[in-house]
Each structure stands twice: as structure tokens, then as C-alpha cells.
């Protein structure tokens, strides 16, 4: 099963936009992590934020989450024709000693 | 210092056959974890390795098995493939003191095509 779901699926927009991908998860978190996978290559880790924050930032990555609607945003500000990728949010369902649980991701494509 | 790195890149078996992956995790990280991506979809946990033992599995059937060596390295092993276990398998490590706010890294991935 899936823990995370992506909403949109895919999203294109122009160069310089903002991109904005949401994630709604079912079960309790410690934290949620957001990745990015280029090409069907691996994932890379772009922030964690735990479950008693409710913003983070990191460059142009701006992170919110909302515990109480088992929610969690993730904004791109600036878009880059190298933002164009698949975007996961993952989350550990139980203490740490497993392996994440990600949604289907949404897909990002910047138009230049 | 090298990430994580997976091998073969890719590989074509027949319906039947047995296949090894293999991984090595990033220096200094002592847990592997193994995942299955299918086209288009999320990657789906599949078992991860701790101190040379299977700590936790996903929904995976025994087909799937696993193996980490003293030099914390791992294999994946799938017995009697099937079509639908063609995916990109991707191997992740972390160094479990971590705990729950480790996050992975991710190797590239062997892209297994069953026909």
C-alpha cells in the first residue's frame, strides 16, 4: 500500500513559474521527506521536515506541513528547465528501522 | 567518496530465470534498503538489510530475497521471474543511527526487463 499520494500527477508550466505539488499521507509520521528522480534514474533527497514543523525552506524549496490534514506542500519558486522531473514525498510508517513509503509522484516539466 | 553505486545497469532475463542485483552503499552507512519501481509508479519498498540481517519487509512474496555482507554491501535476488517483475530496482542506504530522520540515498538503479 501506499502511504503517499501526489496530487497533481503531472503539472507543466513555463520557465520562471512557481510549481506547487501536494502530498496527503494516511498514518502517523515522524517526518516527511520529499525527493526528486530524474529520467527513471535514482532518487535524490531534496528536505525532511519533521512532524512538529510546520514550514521549511531550502534555496528555492519551500516545504509546509499539516499534521491535522495528513497533508504536506512542496513549492518550487523560480522554476528551472532542470527542475523537469518526478517529485516523491516519502515517509517512514514506523519507527525509523523500515523503509519508506512513497505515492506515485508528481510529475514536473518546465517549458522553456 | 562514492555514492551508491548498483550493478548490472541493466539486464534482460526470460520468464522463469533467476536474477541477482547487486549494491554498495555509500561509505559509511551501515543499512541497505531495496526498493521496485514500476513505469510510472512510486518505488515500493522491498526489505531492508541491518548487521547482515533482514530487518523489516514490504508486501513482497518469498520469490524476493536478500543477503548483506560484512562489508555492508547487499544483494537482491528474485527466483522464478515473472512479467511483472520487470521495474527499476533501486537500492538505497543510511546509516541507521540516524534513526527516523536519516534520509536515503539512492543508487541508479538496475532496470530489469522480464520477457
Known amino acids: 500500500s501506499q502511504q503517499g499520494e501526489e496530487d497533481p500527477q503531472a503539472l507543466s508550466i513555463q520557465e520562471g513559474e512557481n510549481a506547487t505539488m501536494n502530498c496527503s499521507y494516511k498514518?502517523?509520521?515522524?517526518?516527511l521527506q520529499w525527493y526528486r528522480q530524474n529520467s527513471g534514474r535514482g532518487l535524490v533527497h531534496l528536505i525532511l521536515?519533521?512532524?512538529?514543523?510546520r514550514e521549511k525552506h531550502s534555496g528555492r524549496l519551500r516545504v509546509t506541513l499539516d499534521t491535522s490534514k495528513k497533508s504536506s506542500s512542496l513549492l518550487i519558486t523560480a522554476s528551472r528547465a532542470a527542475d523537469t522531473a518526478s517529485y516523491f514525498c516519502?515517509?517512514?510508517?514506523?519507527?525509523?528501522?523500515?523503509?519508506?513509503?512513497f505515492g506515485k509522484g508528481t510529475h514536473l516539466i518546465i517549458q522553456p | 567518496d562514492a555514492g551508491v553505486t548498483q550493478s548490472p545497469t541493466h539486464l534482460i532475463k526470460t520468464r522463469g530465470q533467476q536474477v541477482t542485483l547487486r549494491c554498495s552503499p555509500k561509505s559509511g552507512h551501515d543499512t541497505v534498503s531495496w526498493y521496485q519501481q514500476a513505469l510510472g509508479q512510486g518505488p515500493q519498498f522491498i526489505f531492508q538489510?541491518?548487521?547482515?540481517?533482514?530487518?523489516q519487509r514490504g508486501n513482497f512474496p518469498d520469490r524476493f530475497s536478500g543477503h548483506q555482507f560484512p562489508n555492508y554491501s547487499s544483494e537482491l535476488n528474485v527466483n522464478a521471474l515473472l512479467l511483472g517483475d520487470s521495474a527499476l530496482y533501486l537500492c538505497?542506504?543510511?546509516?541507521?543511527?540516524?534513526?527516523?530522520?536519516?534520509?536515503?540515498?539512492f543508487g541508479p538503479g538496475t532496470r530489469l526487463t522480464v520477457t
Open positions: 538505497a542506504s543510511s546509516f541507521r543511527g540516524g534513526g527516523s530522520l536519516r534520509f536515503q540515498y
Open positions: 521536515i519533521r512532524s512538529n514543523e
Open positions: 498514518t502517523s509520521i515522524n517526518n
Open positions: 516519502g515517509s517512514y510508517s514506523g519507527g525509523g528501522a523500515d523503509g519508506l513509503t
Open positions: 538489510y541491518y548487521e547482515e540481517e533482514e530487518r
